[in-house]
């Protein structure tokens, strides 16, 4: 059965930094891609950033350019994302979610529980 | 990166046929066949019910089918079902790698 646990949310400060991690079991995490997606309180769903099965390829939405860094360890069938400088702004549950590889392009097939992150004073 | 634009709801009895649209741009919806459908229940993960915009998972019930035109993609629902109440969310491929989200949509059962 495949499963994706999201960890490492919280209440942090503005300007603190906060590290995700995602713990990936039932498949060969190694030959996925993988993605973060959050969503605000309330609001719709947001791609945030995504990385290839061997960590090469990485891509980020604009709202997460510069503040946001994905990485993986296929060792430890891990996804992370490490957020600097957080703001109120990016207070919101993240989800990590698995790549579909039976899609021809980025598709998410599996999600986690998601961990809440709330930024505030 | 603009969300594609979703009616913010649609309902239908029991039984009924309903349609979500999803419209986006020629440089997302319009240029790719990379249209997925998610669907949220409160407090819950997105759960994915057609990807490459007509196809289903395994296990997703056929009662769920995708379409496109142009920049608009659309999902249908037939058979409505007290369970098919929820959230729902297209989700495009765009030129630049990157991936947008609709604005979502609550589908409510009369």
């Known amino acids: 059965e495949v499963q994706l646990v999201e960890s490492g949310g919280g209440l942090v400060k503005p300007g603190e930094s906060l590290r995700l991690s995602c713990a990936a079991s039932g498949f060969s995490f190694r030959e996925y891609a993988m993605n973060w997606v959050r969503q605000a309180p309330g609001k719709g769903l947001e791609w945030v950033s995504s990385?290839?099965?061997?960590?090469?390829?990485?891509y980020y939405a604009d709202s997460a350019k510069g503040r946001f860094t994905i990485s993986r360890d296929n060792a430890k069938n891990s996804l992370y994302l490490q957020i600097n400088s957080l703001r109120a702004e990016d207070t919101a549950v993240y989800y990590c979610?698995?790549?579909?590889?039976?899609?021809?392009?980025?598709?998410?097939?599996?999600w986690g529980q998601g961990t809440l992150v709330t930024v505030s004073s | 990166q603009s969300a594609l634009t979703q009616p913010a709801s649609v309902s239908g009895s029991p039984g009924q046929s309903i349609t979500i649209s999803c419209t986006g741009a020629s440089s997302d919806v319009g240029d790719y066949n990379y249209v997925s459908w998610y669907q949220q229940h409160p407090g819950k993960a997105p759960k994915l019910m057609i990807y490459?915009?007509?196809s289903r998972p395994s296990g997703v019930s056929n009662r769920f089918s995708g379409s496109k035109s142009g920049n608009t993609a659309s999902l249908t629902i037939s058979g409505l079902q007290a369970e098919d109440e929820a959230d729902y969310y297209c989700?495009?491929?765009?030129?630049?790698?990157?991936?947008?989200f609709g604005t979502g949509t609550k589908v409510t059962v009369l």
């Open positions: 979610a698995r790549d579909n590889n039976d899609a021809k392009a980025r598709t998410f097939d599996y």
């Open positions: 989700s495009s491929h765009t030129g630049s790698s990157t991936q947008v």
């Open positions: 990385i290839g099965s061997g960590g090469a390829s990485i």
């Open positions: 490459d915009v007509s």
